[in-house]
């Protein structure tokens, strides 16, 4: 079981190029998330999903784009990479909403120079 | 914004202390509280959830207490091993909210 797939594991961009980081959960889960992770701020939510064809914004979704084609798979899309992009994304999913326990990915650590 | 503040932002205890990670909320809607530990490279993972409905909740060596009146509830790891160096992340939720994190705490014990 391989819980929350995500990749890659680490990358660095350009100022200005595109990417996707890609997610995938195998545990049948409706509800999936992004997250970014600052030193000292926490996790903030980027974009969540309840369910295929279903997404809204989180805390702080400027600069970057989800979608949802199947239950299993959650790809966020980052266009014109900007240095403040510079962070650590995790993806996450639950079998219910937020207030269920979360799985999450092992993260994907994002340099934009 | 609704805020959760984690306070210490680093802990270094000794082997076999106590170690106290507390947390301050201001939406009185939120009715769900986990604890995540994140270790080094790896995802956060749950370790602990209370509702309000208790004042305390029990796993292991793991307690949370939850004071509803102040609006604080606290993470208390007893016997603390070098295992238990991680980064610890409170988290809450209620009403219309989204899931909330609190800044994190670097948790060190030292043997």
């Known amino acids: 079981n391989a819980g929350v797939t995500q990749t890659p594991k680490f990358r660095i961009l350009k100022i200005g190029q595109s990417m996707t980081l890609q997610c995938a959960q195998d545990?049948?889960?409706?509800?999936m998330y992004w997250y970014r992770q600052d030193p000292g701020m926490g996790l903030k939510l980027i974009y969540y999903?309840?369910?295929?064809?279903?997404?809204d914004k989180g805390e702080v979704p400027n600069g970057y784009n989800v979608s949802r084609s199947t239950t299993e798979d959650f790809p966020l899309r980052l266009e014109l990479a900007a240095p403040s992009q510079t962070s650590v994304y995790f993806c996450?999913?639950?079998?219910?909403?937020?207030?269920?326990?979360?799985?999450f990915g092992s993260g994907t650590q994002l340099s934009v120079l | 914004q609704q805020q959760v503040k984690q306070s210490p932002q680093s802990l270094i205890v000794q082997k076999g202390g106590i170690s106290i990670i507390n947390c301050a909320y201001e939406?009185?809607?939120?009715?769900?509280f986990p604890w995540y530990q994140q270790f080094p490279g790896k995802g956060p993972a749950l370790l602990i959830a209370?509702?309000?409905?208790?004042s305390e909740k029990k796993e292991g060596r793991f307690t949370i207490s939850f004071n509803k009146s102040a609006k604080q509830f606290s993470l208390h790891i007893m016997d603390s091993q070098p295992g238990d160096s991680a980064t610890y992340f409170c988290?809450?939720?209620?009403?219309?909210?989204?899931?909330?994190f609190g800044q994190g705490t670097r948790l060190t014990i030292n043997p």
């Open positions: 996450a999913s639950s079998l219910g909403g937020p207030n269920e326990k979360l799985f």
């Open positions: 545990m049948n889960h409706n509800y």
């Open positions: 999903s309840v369910g295929a064809g279903i997404t």
């Open positions: 939406n009185t809607a939120f009715d769900y």
């Open positions: 209370i509702r309000p409905d208790v």
């Open positions: 988290a809450a939720i209620g009403g219309a909210q989204k899931l909330v």
